[in-house]
């Protein structure tokens, strides 16, 4: 009796052993966004947030302010409203590839542009160039590392499966503004009349929407080498 006890109690060791390899193994080669564009993998890939260090960082954004008269959100490099707030970096990326972070998806529908004030500013540029319109919605994905993702193809890919058709990666010059633009000057059809004047902005946006302000997200800019995915 005491021999088959302890054959039995061998065998559960030995499955342990075997399904505790099975799952390693599954970790290590488990199909990833940027294999599996649907997006699927990232949601239920068994990230930590505290994962080690890869050495490259990513471009994010975050959710600046919410205009409850327009519903829409002015998301972008910095909270100015957050002492502890961190600014982010076009150049080389602000946060590691293996930090859990949303995906900031755009869908872009020409929209007109709301009657947003546009405030002033001690930038570069003018201050339209920070207050763009990004002609559209915006929404947020689950935390996801950004070094799953391959290129900005799969990263599309994974708004799209997310959200549906026409979603993609929000861009860092995602905002377009027209000089002059604020308030009703160059709102609504008067927009949509001078397309042609339009022009691209940076570092901020504002876009229908309402997405969480607890954490920062994943973007893609276009000329910069600070994506956790390539081009």
């Known amino acids: 009796m005491r021999n088959s006890f302890s054959g039995v109690l061998i065998l559960l060791a030995l499955v ?39 050495g490259k960082k990513g471009l994010t954004f975050v959710k600046e302010a919410h205009l409850v008269d ?18 982010c970096d076009a150049y080389v990326g602000d946060t590691d590839c293996n930090q859990l972070r949303p995906v900031l998806c755009a869908k ?14 001690t930038g570069a540029m003018t201050p339209p160039y920070y207050a763009g319109w990004n002609l559209g919605h915006i929404t947020t994905t689950v935390p996801v590392q950004g070094s799953q993702f391959y290129n900005r ?15 993609r990666v929000a861009l860092f010059d995602d905002g377009f503004f027209i000089s002059g633009m604020n308030l009703t000057t ?5 927009w949509t009349q001078n397309v042609k004047n339009q022009q691209r902005g940076g570092w901020h946006f504002y876009s229908y929407g309402d997405v969480r302000n607890d954490i920062r997200f994943w973007v893609h800019i276009r000329d910069q080498p600070s994506t956790c995915w390539q081009q």
């Open 70 to 87: 327009f519903g829409i959100d002015l998301v972008g490099c910095r909270n100015w409203s957050d002492p502890n707030g961190m600014n």
């Open 186 to 190: 160059y709102s609504g059809s008067a």
């Open 16 to 54: 342990f052993q075997v399904d505790g390899k099975a799952l390693t193994d599954a970790s290590l080669t488990e199909v990833s966004p940027a294999q599996d564009p649907t997006g699927s993998a990232a949601v239920n890939s068994p990230i930590l947030q505290n994962a080690p260090s890869s």
């Open 153 to 167: 193809a799969a990263v599309d890919a994974y708004c799209a499966q997310s959200f549906g058709v026409g979603w």
């Open 108 to 121: 872009v529908d020409s929209t007109p542009r709301p009657a947003y004030f546009v405030p002033p500013t």
